[in-house]
T-cell receptor, first 112, second 114 residues
């Protein structure tokens, strides 16, 4: 069955380190998204992509980057991890811009 | 003003009760509307889309009022398993990169008790 997977499920890292969170989907969806979820803020969009080589900034993109070299993957990189980036990160994909998203199961990141 | 606003609750209702959640959105260009459900420490999952004419899926009924920029979700005959956070979600219309991004409300917490 087609799916969307995130790895790792849990990650603890130190301040200042570079961290990459993986997102892989097998639906061949063009549209992929990264959100973070924090208490009191709900889901906030970090970056998104509408196709290979396309990337766009969301509302909380500072300190994060993405690249889209193929349809299946949209890795999220924290250039220099900060404690404020401790959060749960969700990747999502959608078939069409009119459709809802399907989310991965999330990565819980702790920056110490 | 937030783009999507929901009453955070929590709503505590007994099994069998009917409960309604409301949501308002600020951008009149919003085109698509959804309700998502999120269980504790899990990913959000699509519950149902919301259509202009209103739509029903079993015990769940969604309504849209474009003039008032208002969306609702009604749950009838609540079950213990309905306990979750319900997220109101809108999708902007338009060209370019504004289109296709879902904006999420902060969610309404529902607890159904025996």
């Amino acid at each position: 069955d087609a799916e969307i997977t995130q790895s790792p499920r849990h990650k603890i890292t130190e301040t200042g380190r570079q961290v990459t969170l993986a997102c892989h989907q097998t639906w061949n969806h063009n549209n992929m998204f990264w959100y973070r979820q924090d208490l009191g803020h709900g889901l906030r969009l970090i970056h998104y992509s509408y196709g290979v080589q396309d990337t766009n900034k969301g509302e909380v993109s500072d300190g994060y980057s993405v690249s889209r070299s193929n349809t299946e993957d949209l890795p999220l990189t924290l250039e220099s991890a900060a404690s404020s980036q401790t959060s749960v990160y969700f990747c999502a994909s959608s078939k069409d811009r009119n459709y809802g998203y399907t989310f991965g199961s999330g990565t819980r990141l702790t920056v110490v | 003003r937030k783009e999507v606003e929901q009453d955070p609750g929590p709503f505590n209702v007994p099994e069998g009760a009917t409960v309604a959640f409301n949501c308002t959105y600020s951008n009149s260009a919003s085109q698509s509307f959804f309700w998502y459900r999120q269980d504790c420490r899990k990913e959000p999952k699509l519950l149902m889309s919301v259509y202009s004419s209103g739509n029903e899926d079993g015990r769940f009924t969604a309504q849209l009022n474009r003039a008032s920029q208002y969306i609702s979700l009604l749950i009838r005959d609540s079950k213990l398993s309905d306990s979750a956070t319900y997220l109101c979600v809108v999708n902007l219309k338009g060209g370019g990169t504004s289109y296709g991004k879902l904006t999420f409300g902060q969610g309404t917490i529902l607890t159904v008790h025996p």
